[in-house]
């Protein structure tokens, strides 16, 4: 029975680890796609990393652009008012070329609200740390 919980074990490190790489890839390319956000997968990179590498995790809390959106959130749960609005604005100008270059509407409007979504998450988030 024991090795069976390190097999397991074993394999969900891995898919942690997996999910991890993938989120940090669609973040890069959401740093210069507009309307891919990036906020969300670095912070589910993060929280993917956590669980399966130390080593991944320090470097994405090290990293030049994600490590201080990182730290901020792992700190004190805060999204940063600049960030929010650089997220929000690349969703919108992604939303306009969408809405202007796919006759597809169910695509249009299912993008559309995976961006609500996300904009939604970000926006409910605290901007400066909580005083106590």
Same mark, same amino acid.
């Given at each position: 029975?024991?090795?069976? +919980?390190l097999a397991?074990?074993?394999w969900? +490190? @891995?898919?942690w680890? #997996? #999910? %991890?790489? =993938? ?5 890069? #390319?959401?740093?210069v796609?507009?309307? /891919?956000p990036?906020?969300e997968?670095v912070? =589910?990179?993060? @929280?993917?990393? *956590? $669980?399966?590498s130390?080593?991944?995790a320090?470097w /994405?809390?090290?990293? $030049? ?6 730290r901020? @959130? $792992? =700190?004190?749960?805060?999204v940063? $008012?600049r ?9 919108? /100008? %992604?939303?306009?070329i969408?809405? =202007?270059? &796919?006759?597809h509407?169910p695509? &249009? /409007?299912? %993008?559309?609200?995976?961006m *609500?979504c996300?904009?939604?998450f ?6 400066k740390? +909580?005083?106590r």
């Amino acid at each position: 029975m024991p090795e069976t +919980r390190l097999a397991r074990a074993a394999w969900q +490190r @891995w898919l942690w680890l #997996l #999910l %991890a790489y =993938l989120c940090i890839g669609i973040a890069m #390319l959401g740093v210069v796609l507009p309307g /891919l956000p990036t906020t969300e997968f670095v912070l =589910l990179a993060a @929280w993917a990393a *956590s $669980r399966s590498s130390p080593r991944l995790a320090a470097w /994405l809390e090290n990293h $030049r652009l994600f490590g201080p959106l990182l730290r901020d @959130w $792992r =700190l004190h749960g805060v999204v940063l $008012r600049r960030t929010k609005w650089a997220a929000s604005l690349s969703m919108l /100008l %992604a939303l306009s070329i969408l809405l =202007l270059t &796919v006759d597809h509407l169910p695509s &249009v /409007l299912f %993008a559309a609200a995976g961006m *609500s979504c996300g904009a939604l998450f970000i926006w409910t988030r605290p901007e400066k740390p +909580r005083v106590r």
